[in-house]
Structures are given as C-alpha cells and as structure tokens.
C-alpha cells in the first residue's frame, strides 16, 4: 500500500543522477519530495520543516569514501527531532558501517544500488513506526493534563433562560467556528466548551482546556507551544505544547481575559496563522485547531481601555455565547441538585437518596453568587451533614442566621469531617483558586494538595 498523499521525505544526495533516480521512484508512490545535496541543506531543511522521514547518502564531496561526513549528521539531526527516522545509504556498505550508522541513530541502512522494493517497504516501516512514536508521545502529554478525567459532563438546561443557549449550541457545534463562552464565575463555561467539542467533527480528537489567565510570563510559550531538550535550565526532554495536543481537535483557554499584553499578541499569531515554534526551537509546526476562549469579565470594556486586544477578540468571537447565572434559571435548581446528588452520594455510602420540601425550598429562593459550581459543594456538604436518608434545610446552611447554623453544626462534626467541610467551603469561596484556599486555611499550597487527597475532594 502507498504512503499517505502527506507523507513528507527528505532525500539527500551530493549526486543529481541518484536523486533523479529516486524522485522518479517515490513520486510515483505518493510521497511529497524535499531534495537536498550537502549537509548543511540537510540540517536546515529539518530545522525548517516537518518530514516524515530522511533517507540520505553517507558520503559528501568533503568525504568521499569513508561515510564520516554522513555519520556526523545523525547526532545532529536527532538533536532536532528524535522520533524522525533517518534512513542511510552508502556504496561503500560493511556491516562495520551500519552498525555504526545505526548506533548513531539511523533506523535502517541502504545499500546502493538499492532494490526498489525493499527501499519502499523499509520507508513504509520506519514512517509507520515513528508516526506511532510521536501518537504516543502527543497521548501522554494529553494524559498529563487531563488528570480530571474524558467522561462528557451532563448538560442539565430545562429552564426558558437556557434555550436561546441550546439552540446556539446546535447550530455552532458542527462547525469550526471559534466561540466565546461569557458568564459569571461557576456558571459551566467548560461543560458548554466540552459539548461544543462533543458535537463537532473534531469529536474524535483531543479536547484540551488549558486555564490560560494563570500562565506566568515564564511558562507560557511552554505550555502552550512546547519545548526543545536545552531550551532553558529544566528543559530535560522535548516537550509537546497545548497546540500541538489539541491539534485536529480543541483547545479550550479559559479565563482569557487575564492574559498579559504580550502573552495575547504571541497567542494572535498562532491562531492567525496555525503556525508555531516550540520555545529554543526555529522548526516552524503547523497545527489545526478549533479556539473555545470563555471569561467571565467584560471584553468589551477592556478592549476599549486597551487592557486586552481587540483584533484577538474578533478572532475569539466569531460566536458569542453568554451562560446565565444559577438565580436566572430557577427550573434548573432542583434538576441540577438531584444531578450532584446521585453523582456524590455513592462516596457516602449511598444512603442519602433526596431532599425534603423544605430543603428543595431553600435551594430555591437562595441567589446563589457561586453558580452551578457553588450549588455543587453546598449539596456534597448536605451529604456530609445528614443523617437521614433526605438532606435537609438545615443541612445546607443557606437559610438566614445561616453563620450560628452553620457553627452548630461543626460542633457536631468530628475533626476529620470539620476539616473536610471547611477545605470545601474555602474552595467554594475562591471560585476554586487552590492557592487563594490554601492561604484563607493557613496552609502551603502542597498541604491543600495532601488533604485533597485525603478527602477525596477534587478542585
């Protein structure tokens, strides 16, 4: 079977006959053919592009019959990308020569004169091979950042308040349409980014969401467009960035709007052109990705004071899609609190199963400044409290002199349920910030991290 029509290969020879020879061979096979005859042209040309493999002459002009020239190059060329396969080929071959070629870093060895099909069936191997190398690579970086897990959460939307939401939903998802997910803090801008992903062809592909408003200066080129082995102290193995991951899929950069000045404009020039550069490397990559960007702060009063980038807001807000908040979607109350409760109660032993009227009342009539996520941590601590089968009002802590209820009931609690119960308050209060939490507990940031654990609880 032919390679793919994209399989990219650089041929390397200081003879034009040889090359001819060879263009005329794997043209026919459906490869895209990039020549080069020194090895200077060699190293730019795989500085400067992305191949799927090299096959390249041992011997230059400098040195004609030794091969050293040759060798030489495949440190350097690993150097520059370690899953690249190279391929070499010599007239003067000896078993001495391939071994020696191989143990460099070649990944097969060419005689010439070469049989066809031999050459094409080892460039198939080696360019299926190094395809899998750099899949396995891209999933463990995805791995590395979805710590939280790939299940598709549920969009519970019954109320009038989330229909003109729904329906953008189902126009904009099967497109490649960049949107902007707007909304108060906790109001699920992620949930709607992950069903936006859910619904479109790029399905299949990553889904990565990455908070882009909480990358320092120093880590952000890194984050998001990778890294070189070398390219700063704690550089010790090539890194593969968020654009890449997400590259025939999504990338989800929540809280934009705190992004720095200079962080917006390197951020512009990707999503302008799909191109980009790992941090210490000058090999432009090109990457195909669908931007969801969410804020809950108004972009359009900062674009106007200059504080964020107005050609980067046209290029994040093709679509706007703004979520309402928890108390203008009253109907949805209940329906999201029975959610959570299913979801947690089985941590608790699964013997809390409902709410009783006067609970669901209070659910109801509170405002609910923290949204969704607020609702979330106020019924896994209802299910922390009770101790029946029904969570009840005094259970949730939301009722007015809801202060001494709330001191009453740590009394009753035991030192490892006060603790867990106030690690989840602090959370709730800083919208989920585990170092803001960690400083309002009087604790190190690795500490909040241990008790986390201990408690079950994700941030």
């Known amino acids: 079977m032919s390679p793919m029509p994209e399989s990219r290969l650089l041929i390397a020879d200081d003879q034009a006959d040889v090359l ?4 005329l061979l794997l043209k026919g096979q459906g490869f895209q053919l990039h020549m080069a005859r020194s090895p ?3 190293l730019a040309a795989v500085e400067a592009h992305e191949f799927d493999a090299v096959l390249m002459d041992l011997n230059y002009a400098r040195d004609t019959t030794s091969g050293r020239e040759g060798l030489d190059l495949l440190g350097s060329i690993a150097a520059l990308d370690a899953t690249l396969p190279i391929l070499v080929m010599t007239a003067w071959g000896s078993v001495d020569g391939a071994v020696e070629a191989i143990r460099r870093g070649a990944r097969d060895y060419i005689q010439k004169p070469w049989d066809n099909a031999r050459l094409l069936t080892t460039l198939r191997t080696q360019i299926d091979l190094a395809r899998a190398m750099r899949r396995s690579g891209k999933l463990a970086g995805e791995n590395e950042r979805l710590v939280a897990g790939r299940e598709l959460p549920p969009l519970i939307a019954g109320s009038r308040a989330m229909e003109s939401v729904l ?3 189902e126009r904009v ?9 707007t909304g108060e803090h906790g109001t699920g801008k992620e949930v709607v980014a992950r069903w936006l992903h859910a619904g479109s062809l790029r399905a299949a592909r990553p889904f990565i969401a990455v908070n882009a408003g909480a990358l320092g200066e120093g880590v952000f080129e890194s984050e998001l467009f990778g890294h070189v082995k070398g390219a700063f102290t704690d550089a010790r193995a090539d890194r593969i960035g968020c654009f890449e991951l997400a590259d025939g899929g999504t990338l989800f950069l929540d809280e934009i709007a705190n992004m720095p000045a200079a962080q917006q404009a390197k951020l512009l020039r ?3 052109t799909g191109e980009l550069l790992r941090v210490g490397s000058s090999k432009l990559r090109r990457v195909d990705v669908r931007a969801l960007a969410a804020t809950n702060a108004p972009l359009a009063q900062l674009t106007a004071g200059g504080a964020f980038r107005e ?4 290029r994040l807000n093709t679509v706007e899609i703004h979520l309402p908040p928890l108390r203008e979607r009253k109907d949805d109350i209940l329906r999201l609190a029975q959610h959570f409760l299913q979801v947690r109660s089985p941590r608790y ?3 809390v ?24 941590h106020v019924v896994e601590r209802a299910l922390l409290l009770a101790t029946g089968p029904a969570i009840r009002a005094e259970d949730l802590v939301l009722r007015p002199g809801g202060a001494v209820e709330r001191s009453s009931a740590l009394e009753e609690m035991t030192l490892d349920e006060a603790e867990r119960f106030l690690i989840a308050r602090a959370l709730a209060r800083t919208n989920n910030n585990v170092s803001e939490a960690a400083q309002r507990l009087g604790l190190s940031r690795s500490a909040l991290y241990r008790r986390l654990a201990r408690h079950g609880l994700e941030p």
């Open 311 to 314: 050609d980067l807001l046209y």
């Open 167 to 169: 329906r953008i939903l």
């Open 270 to 272: 990707v999503l302008q």
């Open 20 to 23: 001819a020879a060879l263009r």
């Open 40 to 42: 200077a042209e060699i």
């Open 353 to 376: 199963v409902e709410f009783t009227s006067e609970a669901a009342k209070a659910l109801q009539e509170h405002r609910w400044p923290g949204n969704v996520r607020e609702l979330e």
């Open 349 to 351: 032993g699964g013997k």
């Open 173 to 181: 998802a099967p497109s490649d349409a960049s949107v902007l997910i």
